[in-house]
């Protein structure tokens, strides 16, 4: 179970990253929103790296919060 919440975040995490028409990443114009993080496994703990950019506010959601 703990690998599907993983694989929907980082689907979720890749909705916010795309390509404009020439195939360049966005966020190459100063002041965009860059979103990217690393992540280890090192048996039941996972560490996260965020290296996102020029971003205000973050919430990391994976699948096991309630409304």
Excluded: E, H
């Excluded at 190459?28 to 992540?39: E, L, N, Y």
């Excluded at 290296?51 to 973050?58: E, K, M, P, V």
């Amino acid at each position: 179970m703990k690998k599907l919440k993983l694989f929907y975040f980082i689907i979720a995490v890749s909705l916010f990253t795309s390509c404009d028409s020439d195939g360049d990443i966005t966020g190459s114009d100063p002041g965009d929103i860059v979103v990217d993080f690393t992540f280890t496994n090192d048996g039941n703990l996972f560490t996260f790296t965020n290296l996102s950019q020029n971003a205000t506010s973050y919430r990391w959601d994976f699948g096991d919060l309630y409304f």
